[in-house]
């Protein structure tokens, strides 16, 4: 049985008021999202052998690296730059990239894990063909960002940061969309 594809917008319940609460609105925002969800799994057939850009194979991932640094000449202010590179390639940051890079930069592997475990742009996991994003700022807490989270977590089976096994799908919180005015 195949869903019907969602809706450009989801609408409340028949017969709801105008004013919705809280609580509704979380209700159906996570119906709409259920709804989208469904779909798209039932719609993609076969996923693709490599999901978006990411790279698994050791050897790839090596031979990327190879490129990479050879444009490069190990500084350490070079570091920053190193880590986006490699992550815009590969789609994050693999843990054999990470050790690569130490060697080549002559430094210790956690000081490269440090700094990328600095700053929230890197990612150590893959991103799934389809990205969800969960705001988490003020407003959007407030309106039941968490809730919507757990929802997710459970519908998709995995934890914040996660990726589904058939990397059709991540799951990741963000600090702010740029739409707080819509959660109400």
């Not at 050791?58 to 990479?68: G, N, P, T």
């Not at 490269?112 to 600095?118: D, E, K, Q």
Request: aromatic residues 6%.
């Amino acid at each position: 049985m195949t869903s019907s594809p969602p809706a450009s917008g989801c609408s409340s319940p028949a017969g709801a008021s105008a004013t919705v609460s809280g609580e509704d609105l979380i209700e159906l925002t996570v119906a709409c999202l259920n709804h989208m969800l469904r779909y798209v799994k039932e719609t993609v057939a076969d996923p693709p052998e490599i999901c978006s850009k990411v790279m698994k194979d050791s050897a790839k991932i090596k031979e990327q690296l190879r490129e990479i640094l050879a444009r490069y000449r190990g500084e350490r202010v070079e570091l920053i730059l190193i880590l986006e590179e490699v992550q815009e390639r590969l789609g994050y940051l693999p843990k054999e990239a990470l050790l690569e890079i130490a060697d080549f930069m002559h430094m210790p592997a956690a000081s490269i894990f440090g700094v990328a475990t600095f700053y929230n742009r890197f990612r150590f996991t893959p991103i799934g063909r389809h990205a969800i994003r969960v705001c988490m700022g003020t407003a959007c807490h407030v309106a039941g960002g968490a809730l919507v989270t757990e929802a997710l977590e459970r519908e998709l089976e995995i934890k914040v940061g996660g990726v589904t096994p058939d990397e059709e799908f991540s799951l990741d919180r963000i600090a702010c969309v740029g739409c707080c005015v819509l959660a109400r």
